[in-house]
């Protein structure tokens, strides 16, 4: 018998059926797993956010407060440490910063990269889901810098005398050696850390004065700033600058930049990753004219807080124009306390207190320096206006992210990241029973439940009170959220139990359970 021969073309349609069936899946794949915002603030303090201070809080931030009517508000979630770099390092990997070479401090300038090659970030796993990744906004985690023999000395240079607008010590040798440097690409950045593109600058207060497109610098730093812009808490170290460089631009840049990335990729098939490390309320307070004054406290960061508030708003209505605010999961969030060098004491004169009920603020080892705002908003997953008070870290985005998109954390990553996803689903009880902070001195705070194990006296950073007190801090925040009534002589058996199982975390090099050995 002669087989039947079927016709050509009901081959190609069922070829093209099978085709469209494979597409539509992929399509009903994608759209399973979220977009995700991640927008950072950067020394945004516990109380800086109405909605967290409601008695104290005398600064309005009505898109921020927006997003936690609408979503998940966190009143225990902490950041790594009370600076930046180490947090943002926890915040990216799920590991703890002190596992690297940052055990105190930040990443200086021009030092190489913190995140290893080899190491996963939240932007690596997004993209074993084919999402579209972007970082925008202050990276601070450092780069390989195409620097040759010298070359440090040629980038720090000042101006001489005290004319802010005068000559600036720079030879033609250091420019010839700039446009060497600044027109290599520059290794080691969020493009090495699985972020597909990165538009932003180092840290704005820091040199170079200049975006960062990718692994390329936005033109060549010819000058240096005005000594003007040393002033009143702006930039902070000199260095190569563009010409006609100005503070102001950066964040406006930035928000226009993430506008225009959720935009279009909010019009692709693939889901998407922004992560959005805002430079403020940071240092430079470089406010914009519209926002100055507009807090009535006579102080440029609570304006420049009001504007950072703006730019949450501007992204919150991207998403919306762009028509996937159902399909899009929010994270807000900041990096470390408030920074007191900036007026707070006159803040707190005028009744706004930037920690709220905490004690201490950026780089301190309290509960001012880390406990910090955390908002989740994930439509259908989330309740609108839900408070969950239960102990939650930065590090825990990693496994949060993992489970929602179905991607297992091999051994090598994530080692102390925990998912709040049963959180953000409403339901009751502790996802973890450890956490730990540390001060700019690499102080560590331990908690363990309601208790907290500070290993040292004083707060490890620029707070004083309590340097000359007991070797250790324990504190019942359950009771004692304020840090006023240190316990550790009356519980001995408390102390000898966080601090051994603190060591335990340390020694194992992990504490998220490593996942079970391949059969």
Not at 203 to 217: E, H, K, L, M, S
Not at 231 to 238: E, G, L
Not at 421 to 435: I, T
Request: proline share 8%.
């Amino acid at each position: 018998m002669i087989p039947h021969l079927r016709c050509p073309l009901c081959i190609g349609g069922a070829v093209l059926a099978g085709l469209a069936v494979l597409a539509g899946q992929a399509a009903a794949d994608a759209a399973e797993w979220p977009n995700v915002v991640i927008l950072y603030a950067d020394d945004l303090g516990y109380g800086d956010v109405r909605c967290y201070n409601p008695e104290r809080g005398k600064i309005p931030t009505p898109q921020i407060d927006r997003l936690a009517a609408a979503g998940m508000r966190f009143t225990d979630g902490h950041s790594s440490s009370g600076v930046c770099s180490p947090s943002r390092y926890t915040l990216l990997t799920g590991r703890y910063h002190w596992r690297t070479r940052l055990t105190k401090g930040i990443v200086g300038v021009w030092e190489p990269p913190l995140i290893a090659r080899d190491r996963l970030t939240i932007a690596g796993l997004a993209k074993r889901r084919g999402y579209r990744t972007a970082a925008i906004g202050k990276w601070h985690l450092g780069w390989d810098w195409p620097l040759a023999e010298g070359d440090k000395k040629r980038l720090a240079r000042g101006r001489k005398g005290r004319d802010p607008d005068g000559p600036a010590d720079v030879s033609d040798a250091d420019r010839v050696a700039w446009r060497r440097i600044f027109s290599e690409p520059i290794g080691g950045g969020p493009t090495a850390c699985g972020f597909d593109s990165y538009f932003g600058t180092d840290a704005p207060n820091w040199p170079p004065y200049c975006f960062i497109d990718g692994d390329r610098t936005v033109g060549i730093p010819t000058t240096l700033l005005p000594l003007a812009d040393f002033q009143n808490n702006r930039a902070s170290i000199q260095g190569p600058a563009l010409e006609g460089w100005r503070l102001e631009e950066v964040l406006p840049a930035l928000r226009d930049r993430a506008v225009a990335f959720i935009e279009e990729a909010a019009a692709q098939e693939a889901p998407f990753l922004l992560y959005m490390p805002l430079t403020s309320p940071h240092t430079p307070l470089a406010v914009n004219e519209p926002w100055r004054g507009r807090s009535g406290l006579d102080n440029a960061c609570a304006d420049l807080i009001m504007e950072t508030d703006a730019v949450v708003g501007d992204v919150l209505t991207a998403i919306e124009r762009a028509g996937v605010t159902d399909e899009t999961l929010v994270v807000f969030t900041s990096d470390n306390g408030f920074a007191p060098y900036v007026g707070v004491r006159d803040l707190e004169q005028r009744g706004h207190y930037p920690s709220g009920p905490l004690r201490g603020y950026k780089s301190d080892a309290w509960e001012g320096g880390h406990r910090v705002p955390l908002i989740v908003r994930y439509p259908g997953v989330t309740r609108p206006g839900s408070v969950c008070e239960a102990l939650v870290h930065q590090a825990d985005l990693m496994a949060t992210l993992a489970e929602l998109l179905d991607v297992p954390l091999p051994a090598d990553a994530g080692e102390d990241s925990v998912s709040l996803v049963p959180l953000l689903r409403g339901e009751s009880g502790p996802v973890r029973q450890h956490a730990v902070s540390c001060s700019i001195q690499g102080l560590p705070a331990i908690r363990d439940g309601r208790w907290k194990l500070i290993l040292g006296p004083g707060s490890g950073g620029w707070s004083k009170g309590g340097g000359n007190g007991p070797e250790v801090q324990l504190y019942d925040l359950a009771s004692d959220l304020g840090e006023r009534n240190n316990l550790a002589s009356a519980r001995p058996d408390r102390v000898q139990a966080i601090r051994a199982a603190y060591e335990t975390i340390v020694a194992a090099g992990r504490s998220r359970p490593a996942p079970p050995a391949a059969e």
